[in-house]
């Protein structure tokens, strides 16, 4: 890629960059949120064709207009956000071989016999096992980034574009991907662009390494010739203390309990916590220990079998997210495309959707510039890079999307915020301002759940935690006087010897 430019409404982000990825060969592209890659890399792709500049393919030039055009090329790309490319109600089988189903005009009838049998083949050359009859509403989210690698290479495209696809897996899935990766580089000879804020990733699978900032390109290198620190000054433009420093706020009466909680999905079992006014309390658990599920369960997403909510010594129940707004609850979901805001919206009503009250006149209509007012004050008081109120959320970087997914309960009088895995996806500096957004909550006297497979995060931002494991809190532990090592232990089902 020669001279890449491209603008939106009042943004350019891209500047004439260049970028080139070789067959064999596993190249990371990283930036901070809103640096371009994502914006590179959907041009390649095919979402963008208002670009300028060129493309060549082995010295061809070529022109990419849509995914079509570009999946005929021989790239595909897996996107962070799995949901918005899959179909929910069609089989493992029909998303694998869906291009095929879609683009060959030849095929006049469908032989299902044939679709079924070369979808199992290609998992099988992934080492994975995944009923091809199932429905992928009916799978892992882990599964479902295999299902979209696996459709990716059923048509043995030769350039696949990976973004951040270890956000949603374990350590073991972790592994087994890049086993995965490796093995079409190096034995099926694909060119791999591998997209993570996930630094020792991409130094455990990565070969050269190409780095953006605002809109270009600031370091091209082998990734061993420079040093995890370098790569973030590269990416920030400046020196950056990874460690990051908790504010002390004081902590006041319980203000949230839960008792007994058991939910519908068999992924939470008798669990009991509590949380104190102005405290972060930690969520800690690997992949599947049932922290989503009690998230949404205490938020009204899915149905309580057994147990109470008190808020604010009151008991609650939150049967839906409508009655949990209600009640003085928010939640910020882990798949903030698919739950958390309005990508197609302008981030005006995104910002006061959830407490469209204060922003309507006795007849019932909306006071647009009342809306919009307040929307721009909210902006800049949660650090969000926008031109302004009007940007389509789609527009916005992963991390600036989630400001605004977290703005729009600062919007409301919620006492008390549920975080699931607020910084996936997000690059170091956007974390921290993150950070600095859910102490200020807590100084505020809200009450805080934070919830993540992060264990170093949760380090960092948690007054105290609890671990999770198979649906059940198994450790409760004070921040301060614990270790990733310990958290670790319990987090893999670790138990405490008789004394």
Request: glycine residues 8%.
């Amino acid at each position: 890629m020669q001279n890449i430019t491209i603008e939106f409404p009042g943004v350019k982000a891209l500047n004439d960059v260049d970028f080139e990825l070789q067959l064999g060969k596993i190249q990371a592209l990283i930036g901070a949120n809103g640096a371009g890659k994502s914006t590179l890399m959907k041009i390649l792709s095919g979402a963008y064709s208002h670009y300028s500049g060129s493309i060549f393919i082995n010295g061809e030039p070529v022109k990419i207009t849509d995914t079509k055009t570009a999946k005929k090329l021989g790239i595909d790309i897996v996107y962070q956000e799995v949901d918005t490319v899959l179909v929910p109600y069609l089989s493992v089988a029909e998303n694998i071989m869906l291009d095929h189903l879609i683009f060959d005009k030849k095929l006049h009838f469908i032989n299902w016999k044939t679709i079924r049998q070369e979808a199992k083949a290609v998992l099988e050359r992934l080492g994975v096992q995944i009923d091809v009859d199932k429905k992928v509403s009916d799978i892992s989210l882990a599964d479902k980034q295999m299902v979209l690698i696996a459709r990716a290479i059923v048509h043995e495209r030769n350039y696949l574009i990976l973004d951040e696809p270890t956000a949603p897996l374990s350590l073991t899935e972790t592994e087994k991907l890049f086993d995965i990766v490796r093995d079409l580089a190096k034995n099926h000879n694909k060119g791999i662009v591998f997209i993570s804020h996930r630094l020792p990733e991409l130094y455990q699978i990565c070969e050269k390494i190409t780095i953006m900032k605002d809109g270009k390109v600031v370091k091209e290198s082998d990734i061993n010739e420079i040093e995890q620190q370098q790569v973030i000054e590269f990416m920030l433009g400046k020196s950056y203390d990874t460690a990051h420093q908790k504010k002390n706020t004081s902590v006041g009466e319980i203000i949230f309990e839960a008792k007994n909680l058991v939910d519908s999905s068999g992924l939470v079992n008798d669990v009991s916590f509590f949380v104190r006014k102005g405290e972060i309390i930690g969520l800690a658990g690997l992949v599947g220990a049932g922290k989503t599920e009690l998230s949404k369960a205490i938020f009204g997403v899915s149905p309580l079998l057994n147990g109470e909510i008190i808020l604010e010594n009151r008991s609650i129940k939150n049967k839906t997210p409508h009655h949990a707004v209600r009640n003085g609850m928010g939640l910020i979901p882990e798949e903030r495309r698919k739950e958390g805001i309005f990508v197609e919206e302008p981030i005006y009503k995104n910002l006061t959707i959830a407490n469209i009250s204060p922003f309507v006149n006795v007849l019932r209509f909306i006071k647009r510039k009342k809306e919009k007012v307040a929307s721009r004050e909210m902006i800049k008081q949660i650090g969000a890079k926008t031109p302004n109120e009007l940007q389509k959320v789609a527009n916005l970087s992963g991390g600036n999307q989630q400001k605004i997914a977290i703005g729009k309960w600062l919007m409301t009088d919620a006492k008390v915020l549920i975080f699931d895995e607020p910084t996936k996806g997000v690059d170091v500096g956007a974390k921290g301002e993150i950070f600095h957004l859910i102490e200020d909550l807590a100084a505020n006297g809200k009450g805080i759940i934070y919830a993540t497979n992060e264990i170093n995060e949760i380090l960092l931002i948690t007054d105290r935690i609890y671990v999770m494991y198979d649906g059940e809190i198994v450790k409760e532990l004070e921040t301060k006087q614990t270790s990733e090592e310990e958290i670790m232990f319990y987090a893999t089902g670790g138990v405490e010897s008789a004394k």
